[in-house]
């Protein structure tokens, strides 16, 4: 049965890749402050092509997370079938928000660019910004739900595949940034999916010999 519904978990890794090149394309400046949401100055040298790009890549990869996580919760189900569907339930919302919040970047990028004007950028921050923190409260949750469901042992996972959860890393990537380490540069703009390359690439690593005797 494992390998079965082994698929989805390359999809959700499949997704890593493709949003995170979109997130990349749209939002990678070395030289602006790519965390400063409020005028979006970042965004002011992105070239059309880039954001044309990164727009659609970002948008289409974001649902196969969807089937990626319907694996990981069909994974550590022998954990509790609920704690496993809340699992499911929170990454699904988690990146349906996270679909609508990267849809937007490339608007506000042609707004930026197109110097609209303070006012409109401040309504395009209030709609925008929340979003990324109803993502990452979710995230949080679900990165909270994994390690209780894997520290469980009666998953497939090795207990020490737990430092995999989306919030682990994902704080590494933020010191990094802050730190000013010119790595944080590179990584910062796709975090989530630094972060979510991480878990499923563990996840099908550790998980892979299961796969072959099932």
Known sequence: MTRNYRWAGWLGLLATIIVGLGETLLQFNPAANVADQTGYVFFADIPTWRL?????????GAPLYIAGYAWLAYMIRPAGSKRAGWFF????MAFMIGAVWIGQRAFIATAVQADLGPTLLARFKDLH????????????LISGLWVWAVWSRHTSFPRRIALAAPIVPLSVIFGLYSSGLNLGDYVFP??????????????????RNVAANG
């Open 190 to 207: 796709a975090a989530m999916n630094v972060a979510h390359f991480i878990l499923f690439g563990a996840a099908l690593w550790t998980t």
């Open 89 to 92: 339930a929170l990454g699904a």
């Open 129 to 140: 910004e929340p979003l990324a923190h109803i993502l990452r409260g979710l995230v949080l």
């Open 52 to 60: 044309t790009w990164g727009h659609f890549l970002a948008v289409c």
